[in-house]
């Protein structure tokens, strides 16, 4: 069997799944996520590329019902998710970012490698250079569209284990923080993902997906 022919399956598996996801409004609130589920949809955020690998966010997984309640409250507009959702994750970005925090990285990236630390000095360096030289304002834009990128491997993953999700930006993010605690450890709340499983009520199953088609937007040059 050649590449071509192996990737069929996966290929219709994937556009099968992608076609399948669409924001979830209502969730069926008796359904809830496997943990053995859970744990991939976790590992989907810790495996996700960031720039230079410095992973630069946290990720709260709200479980108990009276922590999904508490943070239900600082989210109006999106109330019936937080209601009914299995969980939901907080996606956050790190606000700052200090020579120590890249020689922790490099640290890690020391002993999992187990190359000397003498070695990733040069890579430190450019590392520190490029954080240093930046604005606070534009390190946590920075920061927030690597977050981003996250967020998107959580919503494919989710879909391809046939996991519910809807992102929502339409938070209050200052109130997360503190009723996570996260400005204490340097991190800001900018948005989350509902999962959990479509509510048979939710009638947005069946509407059709809005694109714009593929000849506007992509282009093969
Ligand atoms: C960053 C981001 C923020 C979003 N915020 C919300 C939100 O607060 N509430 C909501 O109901 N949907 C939210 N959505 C869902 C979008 O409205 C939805 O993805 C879009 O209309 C396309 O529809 P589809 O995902 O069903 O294909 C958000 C999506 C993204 C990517």
Known sequence: MNQHDSNE????????QL???????????????LEADLHTLTE??????SSFGLQPWCFVVAQ????????????PMNKAKFETASHIVIMANKKTMTPEY???????????????LSAL???????????????????????ARQTYIAMGGLITAAAMLGIDTCAMEGIDA???DQILGLTATGH?????VALGYRSAEDTLQSAKKVRFAADQIIRIV
């Open 188 to 192: 800001g709340t900018l948005a989350a």
């Open 174 to 176: 200052a109130q997360f």
């Open 64 to 75: 108990s019902e009276d922590m999904k309640a508490k943070l239900s409250a600082a989210a």
């Open 121 to 143: 000095q040069d890579f430190r360096n450019i590392m520190v250079h490029k954080v240093q030289g930046m604005t606070a304002e534009a390190l946590a834009q920075w920061t």
């Open 9 to 16: 399956s996966i290929r219709h598996q994937i556009e099968s």
């Open 44 to 49: 989907s955020l810790r495996l996700s590329a």
């Open 19 to 33: 076609n399948w996801r669409y924001a979830t409004k209502l969730f069926d609130k008796s359904k809830k996520i």
């Open 102 to 116: 890249v020689d922790s990285y490099i640290q890690v990236m020391s002993e999992t490698r187990g190359v000397p």
